[in-house]
């Protein structure tokens, strides 16, 4: 003898089919759940310096069609609101990224290793190029007391102790290196990540 077969109305199924597709997104969301992409911000020093009304923050050399990527990267006074060459998001992954050039500071050294007095430079984030395996060299810990090192190699990101004018009486910058962590002032080598604000 057969079993009857229980048939389910339309709106039946429907609401079964639809809670089998939520759960089935929920398990894969847990299993590789997507992060909400980071608003960029400046990497800015602690200590303003002889910048007390805006400080310095990290900073590509240019701007506009102007932005020079084969030219170090300074501390210069921290931009009114948040422009591109100024912009960075810290990644998960230790990237410092400037995401509107999808470039990373990157520690100019050899092999992955670099040395202090290194500048740094915006280059392609994970650039294989001839003399240039730049992944080891882009790898950056912002430590709780502002510390930004190159991961495992005890140089931290300095401001030089000296400032000067750009093309405009009215801005500063300093040189932008790395310094042996422990020998390096703390006025020039602490930083914090100042979100956007908004606009």
Same mark, same amino acid.
């Not at 003898?1 to 609401?15: D, E, F, N, V, W």
């Not at 200590?47 to 300074?74: A, H, K, N, W």
């Not at 400032?163 to 009486?169: Q, Y």
């Given at each position: ?15 079964l089919l639809l ?11 847990? /299993? ?14 602690? $200590?303003?310096? $002889?910048?007390? +009304? *805006? ?8 701007? =506009?069609?102007?932005?020079?990527? *084969? ?5 210069? %006074? ?6 591109? *060459?100024?912009?960075?998001?810290? +990644? ?9 050039? %999808?470039?990373? /500071?990157?520690?100019?050294?050899l092999n992955g290793?670099?040395? &202090? ?5 915006? #280059? ?5 190029? &001839?003399?240039? +395996?730049?992944? #080891? ?7 709780? $007391? ?13 401001? =030089?102790?000296?400032? *000067? ?6 801005? #500063? ?5 790395? +310094? ?18 908004? #606009?």
């Open positions: 003898m057969r079993k009857a077969r229980k048939h389910l109305s339309p709106g039946s199924a429907a609401r809670a089998g597709l939520v759960f089935a997104l929920s398990l894969a969301e847990g /299993m590789a759940a997507p992060l909400a992409p980071k608003p960029p911000g400046h990497l800015q020093l602690i $200590d303003r310096l $002889d910048r007390p +009304e *805006d400080g310095y923050c990290l900073d590509i050399v240019g701007s =506009g069609q102007y932005i020079r990527f *084969d030219m170090p990267m300074t501390a210069h %006074n921290c931009k009114p609101g948040l422009y591109e *060459d100024e912009a960075v998001i810290l +990644e998960p992954n230790g990237y410092i990224r400037f995401p509107a050039y %999808n470039r990373c /500071m990157t520690a100019a050294g290793r670099a040395l &202090p007095g290194a500048a740094l430079i915006p #280059r392609g984030c994970g650039e294989r190029t &001839p003399f240039l +395996e730049a992944e #080891r060299l882009q790898i950056f810990r912002l430590h709780g $007391d502002g510390r930004v090192e190159l991961e495992g190699s005890g140089l931290c990101v300095t401001a =030089g102790h000296k400032s *000067d004018t750009t093309f405009s009486s009215e801005h #500063r910058w300093r040189a932008l290196f790395l +310094e042996e962590c422990d020998a390096a002032e703390p006025a020039r080598s602490r930083w914090q990540f100042k979100a956007a604000p908004n #606009r």
